[in-house]
C-alpha cells in the first residue's frame, strides 16, 4: 500500500466505532498508567526530599571523634557529581545581658542546608522566612526562647568564645532539627568560617564534624561504597531511609500508589480486551467480504496487525498528550498543597510501563480475537456459523490472566499483590458463573407484559450473553476501583490513628528523681499532664555471650548503636504499642534479663537467651535477653532499645527521668516559665518535626486522593466503552421497538431499569470481591485490622446502578426524540 | 413452497382465529380504515425544501388491498411512513382507524402503531442478535400480551417457521427472514399492514411465496393491506393500485 492510500484506510478505520473505542481504551491505558507513574516517581522524589530535609541532605557523614572529615574525600564526593557542605557541631557557653547560658552551637557553610530551608524571623515582630543559607559571616541566630533566657534583640552581641557576632535573626526551625537526645541545650547558629576565630575548638574538644551530600542516588550509593572502607568508628554514615520517623508512612503511601498503578494497568487490560473482541467481531462480515475479493488467510493476519500497530501507536500518542497535562496540573498541585516549588522535570522511567502496558494489551487481549479473523471462512459472506465466536474463550482467559499476572508483576514486583488481586478475579469469575447461571435460569421465566420492569427482566434475558461479559467487566471494574476506595480508607484512618491531634509534642529529660514529682505537678496544673515517666540510665553495650561486642559481632555489620551510649530503662509492663515477637514479658517481680528492640536484635544477631554486658560508668551489668519486641519508632513517645525489668540490678546505678506531654504551641511560653524553675531539666521540643510529619501525611493523602479519582475517572471510562460496545445494536433495537409501537416513556424506564439492575448485580459482585481482594491485601501489605467496610458496600451497588441507567439512557437518547421514519432510514 | 401455503390456509380453521376481531369478514366492515387528505410532505436539505408529496387526497376502506407503485426516490416509503403514523406530515391531514394521527403526539401515534399497525420491510429489519421466535415476540411484549413465547411460536408456524425459531437472522435465508418479519407484523392483529417492497429482495418464486402469504393473512384475518411494490404480478392482486409520480397520487385501474 502506498502510504496514502495507509492514511486513507486509516482514516476509513477511525470513522468506525469499535475502532474509535479501541483506541480510546488505549489512550485511557497509556493515559493513567503513565499519570499515576509520572506522578509516583514525583512523589517519591518529593517525599524522599522532604524526608531529605531532616538530614538537611541525601546523606550525612557525621565524625564524632573530632577529626575534621579529610579533603580526599570531599574531592571524590565533588568528582562524582555530588553536591556538598560542611557543619561543626560543639556545646560552649555564651554570655549575654542577663548572664551566661550553655548552649549547643551548629556552625555552617554557604551550601547549608543542600535539602530542605531554615525557618527563621530577621525580627521578633517579623514574619516568618524560610531561607535557603545560615547566617552570614559576623552573625548569629539564636533559638528563641535562649533569646529570652538571655535578654537580647536582634541587633544586640553575643560573645562566643573570644568572637563577638551579631544577633541578626530568630532560629525557628532547621530542617535537621533532629530528634536526637544530644541535642538538649538550646541552638544557637552561626557561619563555619567563623568558628576559628571563637577559640573555642581546642585539642580534645568534643566537636562533631559532619558532611552533607546530596546528588543522584546511584552516585550517593558509589560513593559510599567507595567510602565505606576508610570509614572508622567514630564515623556514621546516615540515610533518610535509615530514619525511622517517616519511613513506614513512606513505605504505606509507595504501595499504595504501587496498587493504584497495577489496577490502572488491570483497567487497561480489560477495557482493551473488550474493545478489540467487539471490534473483532464486527470485523466478520469485512474479513469474509476481503476473503470473496481473493485475499488470503495469512494477507489479512497482515492487514490487521498492521492495524493494530497503527492504533497502538495512535493510543500511546494519544495517551501521552492526556497524561503530561494532567502530570503537570498535579504537580502544580502539589506544589501549592506543599507551598514550596517541587523539581518537577519529566522521569521518562516514569512512562516505560506505561507503555509495555500498551503493548501487552494490545498483543495479549486485542491480537488474539483480531488474529482469529483470518479463520472466518468466505461462506460467511453469505451465511454464519453459530458459536464460532464463544469456541476460544478458555483459552483467551488464560492468556489475558496469564498477562494480567505479568503485567502487574513487572509493574509492582510485589507476589504477593499479584496473587491478591488474581485471587479476588478468579474468585469473581467463579461466582459470576454461578449467579449468571442463575440469573438466567430465573430470567428465562419471565413472560412478556407491557410494564417497565417486566420489560427490563425480558431485555436482560433476551440480550444474555451481552448482559453477562457486561456484568463479568462491569463487576471487575467496580472490584479493581472499590479496592483501592477500601484501602485508601484504611490507609488514611491508620495515618491519623498514628499522630493524632493530640500527640506529645515536647520530652523532658535530665528529670532528676526528686524533680520527678514536682514537675508532673507543674505541668498538670496547667493542664498538660505528663504522659507515663520512664527512668533512664546512660550505658553501653560491651559485651555479647561474654565476648566483648566487637569481635562477637561481624566487622560488615554497622551497628551504630554500638558506639553510643543507649538509653537503658526499666519498666513493669510492656507499652501499649510495644510488640513481643520472641521471648516472654518480663514476669511480675521478676529480677533478671532484658528486653531487646527486635531491629537492633536483628542487626545484631541477637536470639533469646544470649547474654549481654553494660558497661554504666565503672559498673558492668550482665543480663540474659528474655524478649524481643517491636517498638513504634513513629509513634512520638519515648521508645527504648532495652528494657529491665523493674526491680533488676539497674535500680542501683543512677538515673534520672524522662517523660513525653502535649504542649499546644500558643502555650509555648510556660516553657520559660519551666526553664527558670527547672533549670536542670532539659527540653526537647519536636512540636515542628510532628507537623512536618503531619504535613507529608497531608501530602500523600493528597496524592492517594488523586490517584484514586483517576482511577475512577478510568474505570468510568472502561464502563461507557463496554456500554457503547452494544451501542448500535441497542439502537437498532431501540428505533425498531418505536416502530412497533413501543412508547418513549416505555422504552427510557425500561432500558435505565435493565441497566440499573445490571449495574445493582456487578456492583454487589464487585464490592464482595473488592472485600476479599483488600483481606488478602492486609494481611501482607498493609497490616491493618480486618473488617467489614459497610460505608462503601453498602453505597458501591446504588452508585453504580444509578451510573449505568444513565449511561443506558445516554445510549438510547439518539433514538428516542427522532421520527421512526428516520431511523429506518439509517438503519438500512 | 406449498408447505407454507398450507399453513397458511390452516388459518381458515376457526381454531386458528382465536381472537373474534381477527376473524373479521371483510364484507361486514366495509366502512373508511384511512383517509389522506391534502397531503403535502416537504424535507428540508440544507437550505432548499424538497417536496416529496404534494396534495395527496384518497381513502382506503377496511380490509382492502391496496398497491402502490411508482419509480424510484418517488416518494413511496414517505408515504407509507406517513400513512403508518411513523411520521409526521408537513401539511394535511391522515385518519388512521377513526383517528387523525396527524394530530396525535409520538407517543399516541406509538399506542396506536402498538395495537391497529404492522409493518413489513423491503429489508426485514429483524434484530440480528435476536432468535426468529424473539424477534416475533417483540411487538407482542411491547403490547403487553400475556403470552408472547406461544402466540410468537404459533405464528411461526404458520409462516412455515416451525422448526427454525432459535435461529437467529444471519442463519436464515432472505425469503425466511421476510417470514419472519411478516409473522412479527401480525403479531399484534393489526387492523392494517404496510409492506414496502415486501417482495424487493426476493426470487420470484420466493417473492411470490410472500405475496401469497400476505394475501391469504389479508384475507383470513380481514388486515387491510398496504404495499408498495415494483411486482406488477403482486400489484395486480391487489383490488386498488395507486400510482406516484411527480409528488402526486393517482389511481389507476389494470396493469400500469
Ligand atoms: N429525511 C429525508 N431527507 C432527505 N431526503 C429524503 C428524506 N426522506 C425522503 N427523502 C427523499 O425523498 C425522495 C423519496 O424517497 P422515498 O424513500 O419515499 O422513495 P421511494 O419511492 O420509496 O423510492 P424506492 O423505490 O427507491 O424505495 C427520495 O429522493 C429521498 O431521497
Ligand atoms: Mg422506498
Known sequence: ?828 | MSESLSQSGACNQPSACNQPSACKQPSASRDTLLKVSELTHQVNLGSDTLTILQGVNFEIKRGESVAIVGRSGSGKTTLLGLMAGLDSPSQGRIELDGEAISELDEDQRARLRAHRVGFVFQSFQLLPALSALENVMLPLELAGHQAPAEQARDLLHRVGLGERLLHTPRQLSGGEQQRVAIARAFASNPSVLFADEPTGNLDTHTGRTISELLMALNQEQGTTLILVTHDDQLASRCQRRFAIEAGRVQEFEGAL
Open chain 1, 1 to 828: 500500500m502506498h502510504s496514502r492510500d495507509k492514511l486513507a484506510s486509516a482514516r476509513r478505520d477511525l470513522r468506525e466505532r469499535d475502532v474509535r473505542v479501541v483506541i480510546l481504551a488505549l489512550v485511557v491505558a497509556v493515559a493513567t498508567v503513565a499519570t499515576i507513574g509520572l506522578f509516583a516517581a514525583l512523589l517519591q522524589k518529593t517525599l524522599v526530599t522532604s524526608a531529605s530535609a531532616f538530614l538537611a541532605a541525601d546523606r550525612q557523614l557525621e565524625a564524632e571523634h573530632g577529626r575534621p572529615i579529610p579533603q580526599a574525600w570531599w574531592q571524590e564526593a565533588s568528582e562524582r557529581d555530588i553536591r556538598t557542605a560542611h557543619m561543626v557541631r560543639f556545646s560552649t557557653m555564651v554570655f549575654g545581658d542577663a548572664g551566661f547560658q550553655l548552649v549547643s552551637v551548629k556552625a555552617v557553610d554557604d551550601h547549608y542546608p543542600l535539602r530542605g530551608e531554615i525557618e527563621m524571623q530577621p525580627d521578633a515582630s517579623a514574619d516568618r522566612e524560610f531561607v535557603g543559607q545560615g547566617p552570614r559571616r559576623g552573625e548569629v541566630w539564636l533559638n528563641p526562647r535562649l533569646m529570652r533566657l538571655l535578654a537580647l534583640a536582634v541587633g544586640d552581641s553575643l560573645e562566643v568564645g573570644n568572637l563577638s557576632l551579631t544577633v541578626s535573626g530568630l532560629l525557628l526551625r532547621e530542617p535537621d532539627g533532629g530528634f536526637s537526645m544530644a541535642s538538649l541545650a538550646p541552638r544557637i547558629m552561626m557561619h563555619a568560617d567563623d568558628v576559628a576565630a571563637t577559640g573555642v575548638i581546642q585539642e580534645g574538644s568534643r566537636v562533631e564534624y559532619v558532611a552533607l551530600f546530596a546528588g543522584d542516588e546511584s552516585a550517593l550509593e558509589g560513593y559510599h561504597q567507595w567510602l565505606r572502607p576508610q570509614l572508622e568508628p567514630g564515623h556514621e554514615w546516615e540515610s533518610v531511609r535509615d530514619g525511622e520517623t517517616l519511613s513506614r508512612s513512606l513505605q504505606r503511601a509507595e504501595r499504595f500508589l504501587l496498587l493504584g498503578g497495577s489496577l490502572a494497568v488491570v483497567l487497561a487490560a480489560v477495557a482493551v480486551a473488550v474493545a478489540s473482541r467487539e471490534y473483532a467481531l464486527g470485523q466478520r462480515d469485512t474479513v469474509a467480504l476481503l476473503k470473496t475479493l481473493g485475499m488470503t488467510g495469512p494477507g489479512i493476519g497482515r492487514l490487521y496487525l498492521r492495524r493494530l500497530l497503527l492504533w497502538g501507536s495512535a493510543g500511546c500518542l494519544g495517551g501521552l498528550l492526556v497524561a503530561l497535562p494532567v502530570y503537570w496540573a498535579m504537580a502544580e498541585v502539589l506544589e501549592q498543597v506543599l507551598a514550596r516549588p517541587i523539581d518537577s522535570t519529566l522521569e521518562l522511567r516514569g512512562l516505560v510501563p506505561a507503555l509495555v502496558t500498551a503493548l501487552v494489551s494490545l498483543f495479549a487481549f486485542a491480537y488474539p480475537p483480531v488474529r482469529r479473523l483470518q479463520k472466518v471462512p468466505a461462506m460467511w459472506v453469505l451465511r454464519s456459523e453459530p458459536g464460532e465466536a464463544s469456541r476460544r474463550a478458555w483459552s483467551d482467559m488464560l492468556l489475558a490472566g496469564g498477562a494480567i499476572a505479568v503485567l502487574v508483576w513487572l509493574y509492582a514486583q510485589e507476589v504477593s499483590l499479584v496473587m491478591a488481586l488474581l485471587a479476588g478475579l478468579t474468585m469473581l469469575l467463579a461466582v459470576l458463573a454461578l449467579v449468571a447461571w442463575g440469573l438466567i435460569l430465573v430470567l428465562r421465566r419471565v413472560a412478556g407484559g407491557a410494564t417497565a420492569w417486566r420489560l427490563a427482566l425480558v431485555a436482560l434475558y433476551r440480550h444474555r450473553r451481552s448482559t453477562l461479559s457486561q456484568i463479568s467487566v462491569f463487576a471487575m471494574t467496580i472490584m479493581l476501583a472499590s479496592t483501592l476506595l477500601l484501602v485508601r480508607t484504611s490507609l488514611l484512618s491508620d495515618w491519623q490513628n498514628q499522630l493524632p491531634e493530640q500527640a506529645p509534642n515536647h520530652f523532658l529529660i535530665n528529670i532528676a528523681p526528686s524533680d520527678v514529682a514536682g514537675v508532673a505537678a507543674f505541668w498538670s496544673e496547667r493542664g498538660y499532664p505528663l504522659e507515663a515517666l520512664y527512668p533512664m540510665v546512660r550505658g553501653r553495650l560491651t559485651e555479647l555471650n561474654d565476648q566483648s561486642v566487637r569481635q562477637a559481632v561481624s566487622k560488615d555489620r554497622e551497628v551504630r548503636e554500638l558506639n553510643r551510649e543507649l538509653n537503658l530503662t526499666w519498666m513493669a509492663r510492656l507499652p501499649e504499642d510495644n510488640q513481643i515477637v520472641a521471648g516472654r514479658w518480663f514476669d511480675d517481680g521478676a529480677r533478671v534479663g532484658v528486653s531487646v528492640e527486635a531491629q537492633l536484635a536483628e542487626r545484631l544477631g541477637l536470639r533469646v537467651g544470649d547474654r549481654l554486658g553494660f558497661t554504666v560508668g565503672s559498673e558492668v551489668i550482665t543480663e540474659p535477653v528474655t524478649s524481643i519486641r517491636t517498638v513504634q519508632w513513629d509513634s512520638m513517645k519515648p521508645n527504648f532499645y532495652m528494657a529491665f525489668p523493674p526491680d533488676s540490678e539497674l535500680r542501683r546505678l543512677p538515673a534520672t527521668w524522662m517523660t513525653s506531654f502535649h504542649l499546644p504551641s500558643e502555650r509555648k511560653s510556660a516553657l520559660n516559665e519551666f526553664a527558670v524553675r527547672y533549670p536542670t531539666v532539659s527540653v526537647l521540643e519536636v512540636d515542628h518535626i510532628i507537623e512536618r510529619i503531619q504535613a507529608i501525611v497531608r501530602q500523600v493523602t493528597q496524592a492517594v486522593e488523586a490517584i484514586l479519582a483517576l482511577i475512577l475517572a478510568a474505570a468510568l471510562v472502561v464502563m461507557a466503552a463496554v456500554v457503547s460496545a452494544t451501542l448500535r445494536d441497542r439502537q437498532r433495537e431501540g428505533a425498531l421497538l418505536r416502530t412497533l409501537g413501543g412508547r418513549q416513556q416505555l422504552l427510557v424506564r425500561s432500558t435505565m431499569l435493565e441497566f440499573a439492575l445490571l449495574g445493582f448485580i456487578a456492583g454487589v459482585l464487585g464490592v464482595l470481591a473488592a472485600e476479599a481482594a483488600v483481606w488478602a491485601l492486609q494481611q501482607r501489605m498493609f497490616e491493618g485490622d480486618v473488617q467489614w467496610h459497610w460505608g462503601v458496600i453498602l453505597p458501591i451497588p446504588l452508585v453504580s446502578s444509578m451510573l449505568l441507567a444513565v449511561f443506558g439512557r445516554w445510549q438510547l437518547a439518539p433514538v428516542l426524540n427522532v421520527s421512526p421514519m428516520l431511523l429506518l432510514r439509517r438503519l438500512e
